[in-house]
């Protein structure tokens, strides 16, 4: 049975075309699997059917009416319910009110909330989804898995909203989660296989595989593949993503030279970080692009930053050229030469507000200064303009705001910071495809090796297997903290994606 | 390649320039609104404009230019020093008590202290992880606690060998040298702010702490740093205060708190940080010292004055905050 | 995906339980940090001075307490979004003046009884609701907005003052002061009527989790599409509507209407919020917490006067007092990235 | 539609924003090709007060608009709300538009500005009369003598002892008292309480428990009391308060526990909540000083230095730097005042010019502001 339909629908934010005539239909029994790279228009297709995006163009139907979503909760009232990449919880509210934030709340009356209705309320809830959480805790008390599944719970609340099947919508809800964590959310989904319209958006093709109906694979805003799952296999499926077959990279022959560990460019030992982080060691050879990979707990993201410093209760030695990095300290950090790319480009990437040139020149612009001391503005401003050349920022001028830019656009000037550099040694980089274009990443991509080849050392964690695999000369793998797995590509090890997930997970 | 993906090529606006010109106009906002007051009680009470008024109205206003110009630097950063006032008004009383040691260089000495005691207090502040807010609100109550104690509360004459005191209330080409000090104040924090990190430090700061914080921005010193001007632009206010009075006093600045942090925001400086600068100070501080007047200039009954005074604010603050580049008003 | 072992799933399940507890235990302390520094006061002060904790003296802070802590009460509403609302001071002396100029007093013939003082606590509706408007609607950062209203309560409040004290002959209102109920005063159990009805209001209704809610994470509710504005006009209204009543009580204790009424409220009111727990940052705290540290400052205040330390000194104190107590409390929450303003 | 909207408004902004930049540079220009300035009028008569919601200086305005009525000046009052800094910026724009035989009767705000407002005044070459508040060691015939005609006061020792005197006898000479004292930096404040010690010296027999500062506050007082009851209890048989306001504030929280009137209170001021209070027996006396008069007085002299009926170098420093009379009230003679009150004299210039020191109660000693 049709639940939901778009017809022709399509987004433009400011001048970037996300989505363009998109025609979907969501069935009644069936787990439509959604897949693309990143950028590809399946966030913002989740985003419109989930409420929070307003289409520019075309028409929803809901069971053949059409609709206007205005608000998440509004998308709720109407039984969709949206399991987000990055979280929407309130911190500060307890599981219960979060699992009932966006819905009318069952346990109130005359205007009182009734708490242990609420809590109990919330309970069934969560029991439905088989997690140990108490309903009273306060959200951000809460580990992010746990927190994941409380996402999971108030999105699954939707079905006792309405009396028609609901819709219910994952955005890479698997990530972050433990292999048994995800078996139970598979559990979920294959108990509201029947009651209810799924859409499952993954970059794990295998879960695709295992867990969808139906397939809908997307590049560009554009669909370009609706296709059964019985007819597709993992090759076929990757193909119809990436739009060709894998490209098998010739190794660069750059290595790490383990036997003189005294040329080594940065020397980890010992380096803790809190629970995530278990002691670890590491070298990285200067030229080296050292790829990491590890689900979002396993402390491949967490090792990166308490190697930046930026991590609390960072123990161990970082040594860097030899010279060890006294207090753990982004600034610290900065000063030895090294630079982190991060995944939260918002937040810790980019001044908002403020000019290209700006962000450029904040950390190393005195390298172009007089002795160290005093700003030359004009020695800046060349230099962060031949960057954004070099980088192929689209950009009217070089003081236009940051903002003004698209996502990809906004990376390479983060990553430009650290480029224009004189005396970077190491660079990290957190997840920086993250909404990138395929242009925009390998834009990137053949920057950094071009770094590469010149000396700079990389430490880079990806989204996908296949750039770790494109990129990288040698790939560590990270669980629960610790080194599971290591492969030197360019000693032949060539592990197969399987290899890599099984010592992932 | 991407040259040729016009699709994907976002930054082609359709009036290039557009953005520019409306935050260059924005910023203009202030001054026009200086210069439209000046206007209204120039046309009301005319000879606000003769040079001897000028040479009051400055010698008057530069304390509070001084106090607000000192006070932008930590906004700039997103926090708050409401300890100015405080120190200002120590100021004297620090000068009356500690002139029989230090003689002449009581001034410069004051100074230094101020500029410690707020070092001290970014570093609480920043270090501690105590919002500046309630760090300064305590360390207000301390300091007047403290400037009543050295005082035992009376107003007291300075000594009469003051250089730097003379100096500061004399007159050079019949305008007051406060007005001057108030000129080199500005001049020697522009050439810090535009020649050394600091200054972009500090609007990283206020920009988005977090992401300067990752770009190794050093977040404890700077914030000690940007109190401790502002200590110390407070206790050069106090000096110029005390050189129009010659008297100290533990209450001599009262309420140019309120007035400072009016001044601040009236210049365009936004009270969340990374947005303003020491010329919006200067404006600002012009603002504020001019709505001062102005209602006594207009001719508002004395009983409305408080309520003109709110309401001019207000709608200062109206016009010359730029929400384009704030996100969440709190 | 394999599976794993049911010990394993035990044990995480057990860490998780214990984890729980533990960070209920650590919630509990953190909340009750304020009430072990008010009973250390207490007892430190009684150790110096016999009589500290007699009935009289209790009953003498209670009096003294009333006030500040309606006063924290509705500010803290304002400081859980995140936001300040200075313009108490201003909001009480209107409030003030408007009371006593429409009750029955010996200035006008006015005699708008219970009227009278519906008035003033509406004149502190007003400010609220103004402050929250040109908040939300126009935008403007509250600390200077409510900087605004302050000057224009205390303009409000000196235009309406008539030519000598307006003094307040009105029944009804002199007796919200003279009443006396177990040696308190009308004026004490007021603020703990309000304190409580605030309370239940922040935790048991809608509008009062989501104010708390709005500091915790205003763009997720904007998102939701709650509406957020009404809720950040409904805490400014609080904010306002206690300062009236504050105005208010205050007028009926001294029997006059009196433009400084409010003088020196505001600072100490916004140190209890902090003290208590109730961060500036928004979303932490409540009215409880609050209204502890506006205890502790009272006791503080009355204990130096027992013991006799002069007025500057007590000034000294306290400033270090609220420094050091909110230093402490914070140090648990100290980490390298966090972003404190 | 949102979008649209969107860039209405800022359409609408820029553009008003602009006209209003325009006019603000046009406006200044048009005044200087088209008007003259033109001064302030003539002989205007200017007070500085600390604050408008407020008896005493309402009462201080009704004096010097009495005399403003009766020349047929017009009067400017300039409020400091108790800040220096403000009022000279203010007084310093009344200045600049010029004023011919103004005369200026203010208040300072607080010692420490005294010098400051009297030079201010004499650049202007308007004669200032000050109130209240004159540092110790500097004068009128020493400080820009030719401007600052006279200070004037009342004296806050003997307000002091006058009320002490009073509680002594209510208390026959034994018993304990506190005392409120005003902001610590104002002459009276500090005048009242060694007025206060003055007395106590000659009756041994009753002793000060405490003193706290209540800034003349009436809350503060009221807070201050409170605690003190319950600290002393039947140990504090009076309180001795600096001025009526914080009197009112101590009389309000001994209603509290019924001790209104059982416990004695005394003020000073005179206003007419004190003196409604001394009848009523809730207070014991305050300390009568008339601010109509002294409005009338100090603005009347500064007058009459600005006109040169008066000229300041021949006046004898009593002439310069003196008290006015004040009176104790107590149950007895309220009525008295409290008509007074009601039915102020309306003074006249030419009245006052017969002798402007009719009411002068003789020179500040040296010392007294120390």
């Known amino acids: 049975m049709q639940l939901l339909e778009t017809r022709g629908v399509g987004k433009i934010f400011g001048r970037v075309t996300a989505l363009e005539q998109m025609d979907l239909v969501l069935n009644q029994g069936e787990v439509l699997g959604l897949v693309g790279q990143n950028g590809s228009g399946k966030s913002t297709l989740l985003k419109i059917i989930g409420g929070l995006v307003q289409p520019s163009s075309g028409e929803m139907l809901l069971h053949g009416k059409p609709v206007r979503l205005r608000s998440q909760s509004d998308a709720t009232m109407h039984g969709i319910g949206m399991v987000h990449q990055e979280q929407s919880l309130v911190p500060n509210l307890t599981v219960a009110e979060n699992i009932f934030l966006d819905k009318p709340n069952p346990a109130k009356a005359q205007g009182l909330y009734r708490w242990k209705q609420l809590y109990e309320a919330a309970a069934a809830q969560l029991r439905k989804i088989e997690v140990d959480i108490d309903p009273r805790a306060i959200v951000e008390d809460l580990r992010f898995a746990q927190r994941q599944q409380v996402e999971l719970a108030k999105v699954l609340a939707v079905e006792d909203l309405v009396s028609h099947p609901p819709i219910i919508l994952f955005d890479e809800p698997t990530s972050v989660l433990t292999p048994e964590e995800i078996r139970l959310l598979f559990r979920q989904i294959d108990r509201l296989r029947q009651s209810a319209a799924i859409v499952f958006v993954s970059h794990r093709l295998d879960e695709i595989l295992h867990i969808s109906d139906r397939a809908v694979v997307m590049t560009d ?270 000693r032949g090890d060539a592990p197969s994606e399987e290899d890599l997930v099984r010592a992932m997970v | 390649m991407s040259h040729v993906q016009p699709a994907t090529d976002p930054l082609v606006p359709a009036k290039p320039g557009f953005a520019e010109r409306r935050a260059a106009l924005r910023r203009g906002v202030p001054l026009a609104v200086l210069i439209l007051l000046v206007g209204v009680s120039a046309i009301i009470a005319p000879g606000t404009l003769s040079p001897a008024a000028l040479n009051g109205f400055i010698s008057d206003a530069a304390p509070l230019m001084i106090l607000v110009i000192g006070s932008t630097i930590p906004i700039l950063t997103g926090s708050i020093d409401l300890s100015v006032a405080g120190i200002a008004s120590i100021t004297g009383v620090m000068l009356v008590v500690l002139a029989p040691i230090f003689g002449p260089w009581t001034c410069l000495v004051v100074v230094l202290l101020a500029l410690l005691f707020g070092a001290l207090q970014g570093w609480l502040h920043a270090w501690l992880q105590i919002p500046s807010f309630i760090t300064t609100l305590g360390t207000l109550s301390m300091l007047s606690g403290l400037s009543l104690l050295l005082s035992n509360a009376t107003a007291q004459p300075l000594p009469d060998s003051d250089p730097f005191i003379n100096l500061l209330g004399d007159t050079s080409f019949d305008i007051p040298n406060t007005g001057f000090a108030t000129l080199v104040l500005v001049a020697v924090l522009a050439l810090v702010m535009r020649y050394t990190r600091i200054g972009r430090d500090l609007f990283a700061l206020g920009a988005g702490e977090r992401a300067a914080l990752m770009s190794g921005v050093r977040n404890v010193r700077l914030r000690s740093f940007a109190f401790a001007i502002s200590a110390g632009c407070a206790a050069l206010a106090g000096l110029a205060l005390v050189s129009v009075t010659q008297f100290s006093s533990p209450t001599l600045a009262g309420n140019l708190l309120l007035l400072s942090i009016v001044g601040v925001v009236l210049g365009g400086t936004a009270i969340s940080g990374g947005v303003g600068g020491l010329w919006a100070g200067v404006i600002g501080g012009l603002i504020t010292a001019w709505l001062r007047v102005a209602t006594v200039l207009i001719g508002v009954k004395p009983t409305g004055q408080y309520i003109v005074f709110g309401v001019m604010a207000l709608i200062a603050v109206f016009l010359t905050t730029d929400r384009t580049k704030i996100g969440i008003i709190k | 995906m394999k599976n794993m072992s049911p010990t394993t799933s035990a044990r995480i399940s057990a860490q998780q339980s214990d984890r729980s507890f533990a960070l209920h235990a650590r919630r509990w302390l953190q909340n009750l940090g304020p009430l072990g520094v008010l009973i250390v006061l207490l007892l430190v002060f009684e150790a110096a001075r016999h009589n500290f904790l007699s009935a009289g003296n209790l009953a003498a802070i209670a009096e003294a307490s009333a006030v500040p802590v309606i006063l924290t009460t509705g500010l803290s509403f304002v400081i859980l979004l995140g936001a300040i609302d200075l313009s108490m001071e201003g909001v009480m002396a209107a409030s003030s003046m408007t009371l006593s100029l429409l009750c029955a007093n010996d200035v006008n013939g006015n005699h708008w009884g219970i009227w009278g003082i519906a008035a003033a606590i509406g004149v502190g509706l007003a400010f609220g609701l103004v402050n929250g408007l040109l908040n939300t609607i126009l935008r403007m950062p509250s600390l200077i907005v409510t900087l605004g209203t302050w000057f224009i309560g205390l303009g409000i409040a000196s235009i309406l003052f008539p030519s000598q004290v307006p003094t307040v002959q009105d029944h009804w209102v002199l007796s919200i002061a003279s009443t006396h109920i177990a040696g308190l005063s009308l004026i004490v159990f007021v603020a703990i009527m309000l304190l409580v009805l605030f309370h239940l209001l922040l935790h048991y209704t809608h509008l009062g989790r989501m104010i708390f809610a709005v500091g915790g994470a205003e763009a997720t509710l904007v998102m939701t599409g709650l509406p957020v504005p009404l809720f950040k006009l409904a805490a400014f209204i609080i904010s306002g509507l206690m300062a009236g009543i504050a105005g208010v009580l205050l007028s009926a204790r001294l029997g006059d209407g009196n433009a400084n009424i409010g003088d020196g409220l505001l600072f100490p009111a916004v140190s209890a919020c902090v003290l208590g727990g109730t961060l500036l940052s928004g979303g932490r705290g409540g009215v409880l917490p609050s209204a502890i540290g506006a205890v502790v400052l009272e006791v503080l205040n009355n204990g130096l006067i027992q013991i006799g330390a002069g007025p500057y000194v007590r000034n000294i104190i306290s400033g270090a007092v609220i420094l050091i107590v909110v230093a402490v409390s914070g140090l648990h929450l100290r980490r390298k990235l966090r972003v404190v303003k | 539609m949102t979008d649209q909207l969107h860039r209405l408004s800022r359409k609408f902004w820029q553009r008003s924003l602009s006209l209003a930049a325009i006019l603000g540079l046009a406006l200044p220009l048009s005044q200087i090709a088209v008007a003259p300035a033109k001064a302030a009028q003539k002989g205007s008569l200017i007070i500085g007060i600390d604050e408008t919601a407020s008896e005493y200086w309402a009462e201080y305005t009704q004096g010097a608009q009495d005399i403003a009525n009766s020349l047929g000046a017009k009067l400017i009052v ?159 048989n009076g309180i001795f308060a600096s001025n009526d306001a914080m009197a009112r504030g101590a009389v309000a929280a001994l209603r509290e526990k019924n001790l209104n009137g059982k416990i004695p209170v005394t003020g000073s001021d005179g206003s007419k909540v004190a003196l409604d209070m001394v009848k009523s027996g809730d207070m014991l006396v305050t300390v009568w000083n008339d601010p109509v008069l002294q409005g009338a007085v100090s603005i009347a002299i500064a007058h009459a230095a600005a006109v040169g009926d008066i000229d300041p170098a021949k006046l004898t420093h009593a002439q310069r730097d003196f008290y006015l009379k004040q009176e104790v009230v107590d149950k007895s003679n309220v009525d008295h005042f409290l008509d007074l009150k009601a039915h102020a004299p309306n003074y006249t210039y030419a009245e006052l010019k017969a002798d402007f020191w009719k009411d002068s109660a003789g020179e500040l000693p040296v010392g007294a502001n120390k």
């Open chain 1, 221 to 490: 805003g554009r669909k370009v593949a609706d296709e059964p799952v019985s007819a597709l296999n993992r090759e076929s499926l990757y193909r119809l993503m990436v739009g060709r077959q894998r490209a098998i990279r010739a190794p660069r022959g750059i290595q790490s030279d383990e036997a003189d560990p005294s040329k080594a460019r940065l020397q980890v030992s010992g380096l803790s970080a809190g629970q995530q982080v278990r002691p670890a060691t590491l070298s990285v050879a200067p030229g080296e692009i050292l790829g990491l990979l590890g689900v979002q707990s396993s402390g491949a993201e967490e090792f990166c930053r308490a190697l930046f410093g930026a991590e609390d209760n960072v123990q161990g030695k970082i040594k860097l050229n030899g010279a060890q990095i006294s207090v753990p300290s982004p600034a610290a950090a900065v000063q030895a030469g090294i630079g982190y790319l991060p995944a939260n480009r918002h937040v810790e990437g980019m001044l908002k507000g403020r000019t290209l040139v700006e962000n450029m020149a904040l950390t190393f612009g005195l390298d172009y200064g007089h002795r160290g001391i005093l700003v030359n503005r004009r020695a800046e401003r060349q230099v962060a303009t031949e960057w954004i050349g070099r980088l192929k920022v689209k950009t009217r001028s070089a003081d236009a705001r940051i903002d003004d830019l698209s996502g990809g656009n906004q990376q390479k000037v983060v990553l430009g910071k650290w480029l224009l550099s004189r005396r970077l040694q190491l660079l990290l980089l957190d997840h920086p495809t993250r909404g990138l274009d395929p242009g925009a990443r390998d834009d990137l991509f053949a920057v950094i090796r071009a770094e590469a080849a010149k000396g700079l050392s990389v430490i880079f964690i990806a989204d996908t297997i296949g750039e770790v695999l494109d990129l990288s000369d040698r790939v560590i793998v990270m669980r629960d903290g610790t080194m599971s797995a290591e492969y030197n590509l360019n």
């Open chain 4, 78 to 236: 300039v409020t400091s709300n108790y800040q220096g800094s403000q009022l000279l910026a203010q007084l310093g724009a009344i200045f600049a538009t010029g004023c011919d035989q103004c005369a200026l009767a203010t208040d300072p705000s607080s010692n420490a500005f005294v010098k400051a407002v009297v030079h201010r005044s004499a650049m202007a070459q308007v004669p200032i009369v000050t109130i209240w508040n004159r540092p110790e060691n500097i004068h009128p015939w020493d400080t820009d003598p030719k401007y600052w005609v006279a200070h004037t006061s009342f004296d806050g020792v003997m307000s002091g002892y006058y009320q002490a005197q009073a509680l002594c006898k209510a208390l026959g000479g034994h018993g304990q008292i506190a005392a409120i004292e005003g902001v610590p930096s104002t002459p009276p404040a500090y005048q009242r309480i060694a007025g206060l010690k003055k007395a106590l010296a000659e009756c041994p027999g009753v002793t000060l428990l405490d003193t706290e500062v209540g800034d003349w506050q009436e809350t503060k007082a009221q807070n201050i009391t409170r605690t003190w009851i319950a600290r002393y209890g039947s140990k504090l």
